[in-house]
């Protein structure tokens, strides 16, 4: 149907309203993906359609076999780098669980999970039409969660099914409290009991060092945008060798007419997956992807500055475990929650003086706790940010120790 | 695994090999997912990570729920526009499929599929769990669709499984020869059976006008960086009100532990799809298609015109339907083909002529047949384009009528 042209308007010269320049963006989400020059040259030179696949190979006829530009040496470097056999960039880490879930499991089987998992590996889980039974996490304020009661989980889904789950997934790091666990715990239990392990590296491959082989993983998805400073929807399917004839099974189905088959393209990706702009993103930051998380450290130290620094405002604590290890971080603001409740501006208040200063990414709104992320800001940008809530504490006659 | 900075330079300066600007462009699928100059200020806009998601609202937390940018909104008109009453975004058309094929249908079940349709179709009714009966497709060189065939394709599930097929997939234009099918033919017949009708418009709908209420579509595919001036991946799916509830079934997965559910979630969609740059190059482009389709007429008068002066090279014949209602077109070449087997070059002969005249998008090595696309070339284009295989069938001494 025709739409007037007026009511299309709103569609035009779309903008953030804040840029990356001029402010300070703690998004919890966002530090990881913001892109790197490289990748913004990319996404201006493959931003067309289909634009990636000019020298698709006729024969083969499939993203990870193009050579120009170099996915396919991408695709091996990637798997290298997350020290896997095998890698395949997917829509989001979510469409990767589902994928492993769908393809390692049947119907019916169940799959073990951290209880911090993101909701996305639920879902995963409930299309792929299998179950999930949870591993517990520990009392606040750490939330950590209990690595070794993966054994018992395998246990109890043994005695009530008759059989091993389809797999165990660990959260690497998770959303809530960016609590990083340890994965060899849980690649060591898996492996005694031959359950295929899966990483959910989301907010950790891409930030940080990750070494699958290390930790027996057999799978480990992980999130473009989310951490390897990628554009928007990219996600990252990374196998161990023994896993590859399964999990990337070809299609088989055959037309009854025609007979014709499809026997090159991988099933559960449906062929050809990320054909365009946000791949070539990934690529292009790749190499400083690499370089970035040798410099882990010093992120984590800003991280931990950064606590200290908040919860010299009394009765702001910083909840999860304690020391950070992961610069994506979860406070207990009380005293922000007094102020807003005789403010006129409500939880906003917070928000404004914030966004006064220039300074984004912290929910609208909230002020009982809330999330940030340190990941990427330079050394004065986070004692900038740590001096602004001293700012704003003391205009609302808040105790600074 | 830490690799060599030097392995790494061939990602640095990624580099389509022309420009579009300097080249003329006959990639079949390439010519509808050009970005316009509004959708290439918006991937510069949006390029960084979640950068679609600074005003996610924090209840629903859910990408179509975002009104800044306004994707709320253009979800909506995205439907409208399309004859449907509710529209998602998702990563690809193939993804598209699959997900009313996992939702309308239950393992096992059929899906009728005309003998046309891209095999993603058919591994996404794999991936489904599901078989194809297919719908034939008659003699050469028209290759047409028989529609009225559906009807015993309905008749024969029926027969055979006791029950009607989950679904009857059209494809309103297919990849092979841009044959356009009538789908209110199918419309009707998939109506008259109670089978919802599935029209994948990868092909059509934002090139050329689609009305799935005129054509009693319950279901309509698209493909943003085929059709839509976007980039990839992104894939569109539209639903009559009666299909809503079932394809956009909410997750209803719950933590045994935990208790935490997830019922805002659209299941099959596994929460939010294309977060990020490409969904902003397929709003920001929409005010120019919904414009662009009405100048659908002119577009095939270009597809013809060139067709007819192909044609004028004595033993090149367009097949497919004729004449053309449609911009993607097939040739048989056999005298390009008998030059290229005297020629060093071989079939790469005729990819070097036109790249020297700067015209590219014909598969490298292709000469017995091949087939391009003019969707939004200029008419001067078109005709240079005209001109060059004349003089390219001159220089080797082919007959010119």
């Known amino acids: 149907m025709k739409i007037p042209q007026e009511r299309l308007n709103k569609y035009r010269n779309l903008r953030r309203d804040f840029s990356e320049e001029d402010y300070v963006n703690l998004q919890p989400i966002q530090r990881g993906g913001a892109l790197t020059e490289e990748a913004m040259k990319a996404i201006i030179e493959f931003g067309d359609g289909y634009s990636t696949c000019d020298w698709c190979p006729p024969k083969s006829a499939r993203l990870d076999m193009i050579e120009n530009p170099p996915i ?4 091996n470097d990637l798997a290298e780098f997350l020290g896997m056999d095998t890698a395949r960039v997917v829509t989001r880490c979510r469409e990767a669980m589902f994928i492993a879930f769908r393809m390692l499991g049947a119907p019916g089987d169940y799959v073990v999970i951290d209880g911090l998992a ?8 409930e299309l792929a039409g299998l179950r999930v039974k949870e591993v517990p996490v520990g009392c606040p304020p750490e939330h950590r ?7 018992a989980k395998i246990e109890e889904v043994k005695a009530e099914t008759g059989r091993l789950p389809a797999a165990a997934l660990l959260t690497h790091v998770d959303y809530q409290y960016g609590n990083v666990s340890d994965a ?57 060798k023994s896993l590859e004839e399964k999990v990337l ?24 997956t990320v054909m365009g702009a946000p791949l070539l993103t990934l690529i292009a930051s790749f190499p400083e992807v690499v370089e970035r998380v040798e410099r882990w450290g010093e992120e984590v130290q800003k991280a931990r500055f950064l606590v200290g620094e908040l919860e010299r405002i009394q009765g702001v604590r910083q909840i999860g475990e304690r020391p950070k290890r992961h ?6 603001t009380d005293p922000f929650f ?13 928000y404004d003086e914030l966004r006064s200063r220039k300074i984004v990414g912290i929910q609208p709104g909230l002020t009982k706790h809330f999330k940030l992320n340190t990941y990427g800001l330079a050394w004065n940008q986070v004692k900038y940010v740590a001096g602004a809530f001293h700012e704003i504490a003391e205009k609302y006659g808040l105790e600074i120790k």
Chains 1, 2 share one sequence.
């Open 72 to 75: 396919k040496d991408f695709y």
């Open 118 to 125: 993101h909701y996305s590996s639920y879902i995963a889980a």
């Open 145 to 151: 969660v209990d690595l070794e009661a993966y054994a």
């Open 184 to 240: 060899k715990v849980v690649g060591k239990i898996a492996q005694d009991y031959g359950v295929p392990f899966i990483l959910n590296c989301a907010y950790s491959a891409g930030v940080m060092p990750v070494d699958g082989r290390g930790v027996s993983a057999d799978v480990i998805t992980g999130s473009g945008h989310k951490s390897w400073a990628a554009s928007a929807p990219t996600g990252i399917l990374a196998l161990r």
């Open 249 to 272: 099974k070809r299609a088989s189905i055959q037309g009854d007419l025609t007979n014709r088959n499809f026997v090159s393209k991988e099933l559960a990706l449906l062929g050809c």
């Open 327 to 332: 610069t994506l971080m979860h406070f207990e």
């Open 338 to 350: 007094r102020v807003s409740q005789s403010h006129k501006r409500k939880g906003y208040f917070l």
